[in-house]
T-cell receptor
Framework: SQKIEQNSEALNIQEGKTATLTCNYTNYSPAYLQWYRQDPGRGPVFLLLIRENEKEKRKERLKVTFDTTLKQSLFHITASQPADSATYLCALPYNQGGKLIFGQGTELSVKP | NAGVMQNPRHLVRRRGQEARLRCSPMKGHSHVYWYRQLPEEGLKFMVYLQKENIIDESGMPKERFSAEFPKEGPSILRIQQVVRGDSAAYFC????????????FGPGTRLLVL
């Protein structure tokens, strides 16, 4: 069955540094991959979507890469800020549209 | 444009009672998804509904759980005879169409079963 794995340990970095989060998947060839942010007690918020034919996508301080050979996506936050502290979730579609399969999430903590 | 609305935000039930969770999708969205997030676990898909139809219920427990999305009104996730293991955060998401890639999530309902 499809499986998604994210860094299971929390990531602690210093303000201003680049945070890099990893999402690996197996037994699957998704047409796209998404990243969401979730704050404690809140619902996930969509951040970025990258398609299988795109190597890299950027949005402000966020950058996502998608390597379909390695079956891996990397999520980067440059010039990180304490306000970036949250849990970041990787999600893949099970089919075209329809349900999403989420990774466990990586908790990011940015210290001032 | 209001986002996805869920109520109640917190719900406390005793074992054996029924829990009803409501979800109003974003305006113009006719596709609704329910996910459950157990403590220390990731989001798990439960059910996908379109107006008056269940499209995919592969993640729904076979017993005690049901969902509907009537022609008028919010989507309802119903849990009968709740047990302590049902304690979790239940999130609803909506999308414009079934082929929409992005789902917009509500704030969730936190169910506590005593």
């Amino acid at each position: 069955s499809q499986k998604i794995e994210q860094n299971s340990e929390a990531l602690n970095i210093q303000e201003g540094k680049t945070a890099t989060l990893t999402c690996n998947y197996t037994n699957y060839s998704p047409a796209y991959l998404q990243w969401y942010r979730q704050d404690p007690g809140r619902g996930p918020v969509f951040l970025l979507l990258i398609r299988e034919n795109e190597k890299e996508k950027r949005k402000e301080r966020l950058k996502v890469t998608f390597d379909t050979t390695l079956k891996q996506s990397l999520f980067h936050i440059t010039a990180s800020q304490p306000a970036d502290s949250a849990t970041y979730l990787c999600a893949l579609p099970y089919n075209q549209g329809g349900k999403l399969i989420f990774g466990q999430g990586t908790e990011l903590s940015v210290k001032p | 444009n209001a986002g996805v609305m869920q109520n109640p935000r917190h719900l406390v039930r005793r074992r054996g009672q029924e829990a009803r969770l409501r979800c109003s999708p974003m305006k113009g969205h006719s596709h609704v998804y329910w996910y459950r997030q157990l403590p220390e676990e990731g989001l798990k898909f439960m059910v996908y509904l379109q107006k008056e139809n269940i499209i995919d219920e592969s993640g729904m427990p076979k017993e005690r759980f049901s969902a509907e999305f009537p022609k008028e009104g919010p989507s309802i996730l119903r849990i009968q005879q709740v047990v302590r293991g049902d304690s979790a955060a239940y999130f609803c998401a909506s999308s414009l169409s079934g082929r929409s890639e992005t789902q917009y999530f509500g704030p969730g309902t936190r169910l506590l079963v005593l």
